[in-house]
Structure formats: C-alpha cells, structure tokens
C-alpha cells in the first residue's frame, strides 16, 4: 500500500497499544515502525534495475524480518525512552505488530510482496486491493485524528484507535470478498464467448474495490476487460493482447530478463518498435485504464544490450504515468458506475 496507509495504520497501532501510557509517543513509533519496511528504496542509488527489483518487498517484508527485527528495535526504543519505565517488551511487540501489519496490507495488492524470504522469492499476492484506496484509507485516519484529540485516559480514545484497526482488517475480507465474485464472473463470461482458458488473474482498478480489471491467459494471447459491481450485465467486452512471448525466449537465462519476467509474474506484452524490444508488465494497466482503444502502458521496460545485441545486459524503466485528463478521469468515473466504454462513446 502507499506510505500514508501504512503511516496512518502503524499510528492506529501504537496508539491502540501503548497510547494510554505514553501519549501521542505511541502513534509517532507506530508509525515508523510501519513504514520501517519501506526503506529498503534507499539502496536504489546503488544497485541495477534488476536488483531494486528483487529488493523491494523483499527481505523486510517477510515473517523472518519481523519475527527477528522485533526484539531488537523493542530494545533500541526501549533505551531511547528510558525514562518511560515500560521495559523492553512492549516495545517489541509495538514492532511486530507494525511490521505485520505492513506486510498484511502490502499481500492484497498486485505488486507482489517476499513474505516468506529469504527461504524463497515467491511474490505473495491476492490482488484484492489497489495499492492507492482512499475508502480503506481515510476511515484509518479519520480514526487516528479522533484518538489523538482526546484525553489519553479516555476509552473513547482507545475505541477510536480500535476502530480504524478493525476498519482495516474488514476492509481486506471484504476485498478477498468481492475478488471470489469477480473471478466467478470472469471466468464465467469467458467461457462462455471463448471456452477454456489456460490462467486467469484479476485485480482492482483504480482508487478503490468498485471497478475491477482481468486477464486471461490462452494460447500465447491476453484477453483484458473492466468490470463494475454496478454492471447491469455480465457480458464482458474482452480485448485480445497478444503477449509474443517468442520476442523474449531467445533471452531467457540473461538476469535482467529473468527478473521482469518474474516481476511481471507471466502477465506481460512483448513489443519490438523503433525504440527497441519493450516488456509491459500488464499489472499496472494503461494510461486510460483499458478504456479507450490505445494508450501507453504504464509499467514498461526497455532492454538494454551489449555491445553486439546478443545478450540483454539491464533494461531501462518508464517512469509510470497515469493519464488524468478531464476527459480520462469523466470516463473512468462512469466505469465505476456500470457505463461500458463502448456506451461512452455513444
């Protein structure tokens, strides 16, 4: 998730737990405990394109990291307010369950989080949060703000900062809730207009659970559509995207290709133009959310070779850009409530 949701869940999580004694201390360790994990971009400056890659979400954000960084930061803190008198421990479990929970939020969304390093780099996802929700968000902060105007003694505090934690955890069931129902509607309309089908992978669009965007996978072709909780039918509008797989094949074995495509978790177009031979990690959608009839990719990686052309030596990213015209964001709105693009253009 972004930074302000982990921000706002860790300050929920300190205040919840340690607020009554120690004040507004508590929200500020929570946090930084929460957003801890996310430091591992410092290393960006320093590493290739392929390693920031594997780095990110990776070892900070497993089981192992929490179970081992949890009594060792308990400790630090511990020493740096000596004077609360509240011992190690209970700041050591202010660190687990802030490292937890970073790593319970960041699993629903499609980027892919190493929860199990670093006995392996298998990317755990369920794909049932975008990683921007402001519905999922603001109720946590909302939360946070109630509980630091109140008296620290207050039991309305404490529920207030209880509250946005149970938000939380409600939100993600009923995330996994509504992706059970998507998938089933997915899967049935394609088998419907197509038959059979090799992998099927769907996610949240945009800012929140409403309108949601699939793949599926036959033959070496992608087969997109959008869809909306608030669609009157379940005919789903399927978009062909031929992934020509054979334009990376004969680079497979060379680290940097190895690492997209494991990035990308197989969900991915290859395309060669003038600027040389591209992978679009589909994840990541259009500029236009598949809702006009082209646009860039938002996540794209150009590789780069060596000297001869035989051997991909690292690959260039595009820099994500999300198109938010007047005209793309009236059009993304009408998705959310049931309009298809091609009634749009109507």
């Known amino acids: ?18 607020g009554r004694k120690i004040g507004y201390k508590a929200a500020l360790w929570g946090a930084a405990l929460s957003t801890l994990p996310d430091l591992d971009v410092l290393l960006n400056p320093f590493i290739d394109s392929a390693a920031q890659l594997r780095i990110h979400r990776g070892l900070t954000h497993s089981f192992f990291f929490m179970f081992a960084a949890s009594p ?12 609360d008198d509240l011992g190690w421990k209970p700041w050591a479990w202010l660190s687990f369950w802030c490292l937890l929970a970073h790593i319970l939020i ?6 892919g989080t190493q929860a199990f390093e670093p006995f392996s780099n298998m990317q755990v996802t369920t794909d049932s949060l975008f990683i921007i929700d402001p519905f999922f968000t603001a109720p946590i902060i909302a939360g946070v703000i109630v509980a630091q105007t109140l008296d620290r003694k207050s039991v309305y505090r404490k529920w207030a900062s209880r509250i946005s934690i149970i938000w939380a955890g409600f939100y993600i069931i009923w995330g996994l809730g ?25 996610q949240p669009g945009p800012f929140s659970t409403l309108m949601w965007m699939g793949y599926v996978e036959r ?19 399927f978009r062909g995207i031929a992934k020509n797989s054979h334009l990376v094949e004969p680079y497979i074995g060379n680290r940097p290709v190895d690492t997209l495509l494991w990035f990308s978790m197989d969900t991915y177009k290859m395309e060669e133009r003038e600027g040389g031979l591209y992978l679009h990690d589909l994840r990541f959608g259009r500029s236009d959310f598949w809702l006009t009839e082209g646009a860039e990719f938002i996540w ?19 820099i994500p850009i ?12 009408e998705r959310f409530w049931g309009v298809h693009p091609e009634e749009q253009r109507e």
């Open 106 to 111: 960041d699993i629903p969304t499609s980027y």
């Open 72 to 83: 060792i930061l308990g400790l630090l803190i511990n020493r740096i307010h000596r004077a």
């Open 178 to 202: 509504v992706k059970a129902h998507v998938n089933h509607v997915f899967d049935q309309s394609f088998q419907e207009q197509y038959g059979q089908y090799e992998r099927l992978k769907t």
């Open 1 to 18: 998730m972004d930074s302000i949701t982990h921000i706002a869940l860790g300050a929920a999580i300190g205040d919840a737990q340690l």
């Open 300 to 318: 794209s990686n150009r590789f780069i070779f060596n000297e001869d052309s035989t051997r991909v030596v690292d690959f260039e990213r595009a």
């Open 322 to 333: 999300i198109d938010a015209s007047v005209e793309n964001r009236r059009q993304l709105w």
């Open 219 to 237: 033959s070496d072709s992608i087969y997109g559509s959008t869809y909306s909780l608030f669609d009157e039918h379940r005919n789903l509008q």
